[in-house]
T-cell receptor, first 117, second 112 residues
């Protein structure tokens, strides 16, 4: 079974631009979560989607948004990019939403490395 | 989530067992112990998880002490490809706010 895929793998943008990242979960997985990883802050939770609805959100500004489609694929968008948004953005999928004991183990994709100049 | 404490780094000889400890002294009865690893610049890879019984899969074994205040991840025959940062995560199952919270992990270096 194919794993979680993320596109693009690498992206370079300039301050003020916006960016859209894409994630395709493992086939059959309906929950998608997004994380940001930076050397200074480590791996931080952004948001979780299940059945096209945002279930949970981390402590990030409104410039960070996401959505999920009916086929469970998900996108996240960052508007008005800042230098501090440079990071590895990770997507993780699970069968069920977080909290569904036993079926919510998250499997991560390879990430999209975003560099903001 | 309960906090975890891991040594920042460890070395292990290739072919030997790697034993990675994790302290989670404030763990509650309904909190699971999860282990992930991350090889440089790749996404975290799920290894194993457990509640109170020892667990084993094709990758590793997880030993949880009887009082559940600590656990050990065991890679039985470490290879060079096991060099990575290993994260021990304790998470409680409550609706709506229980996504993974990664700490700083243990950087395992497997030495030839």
């Amino acid at each position: 079974k194919a794993g979680v895929t993320q596109t693009p793998r690498y992206l370079i943008k300039t301050r003020g631009q916006q960016v859209t990242l894409s994630c395709s979960p493992i086939s059959g997985h309906r929950s998608v979560s997004w994380y940001q990883q930076t050397p200074g802050q480590g791996l931080q939770f952004l948001f979780e989607y299940f059945s096209e609805t945002q279930r949970n959100k981390g402590n990030f500004p409104g410039r960070f948004s996401g959505r999920q489609f009916s086929n469970s694929r998900s996108e996240m968008n960052v508007s008005t990019l800042e230098l501090g948004d440079s990071a590895l953005y990770l997507c993780a999928s699970s069968l069920e939403p977080q909290g569904a004991r036993g079926t919510d183990t998250q499997y991560f994709g390879p990430g999209t490395r975003l560099t903001v100049l | 989530d309960a906090k975890t404490t891991q040594p920042p780094s460890m070395d292990c000889a290739e072919g030997r067992a790697a034993n990675l400890p994790c302290n989670h002294s404030t763990i509650s009865g309904n909190e699971y112990v999860y282990w992930y690893r991350q090889i440089h610049s790749q996404g975290p890879q799920y290894i194993i998880h457990g509640l109170k019984n020892n667990e084993t899969n094709e990758m590793a074994s997880l030993i949880i002490t009887e009082d559940r205040k600590s656990s050990t991840l065991i890679l039985p025959h470490a290879t060079l490809r096991d060099t990575a940062v290993y994260y021990c995560i304790v998470r409680v199952y409550i609706t709506g706010a229980n996504n993974l919270f990664f700490g700083t992990g243990t950087r395992l270096t497997v030495i030839p």
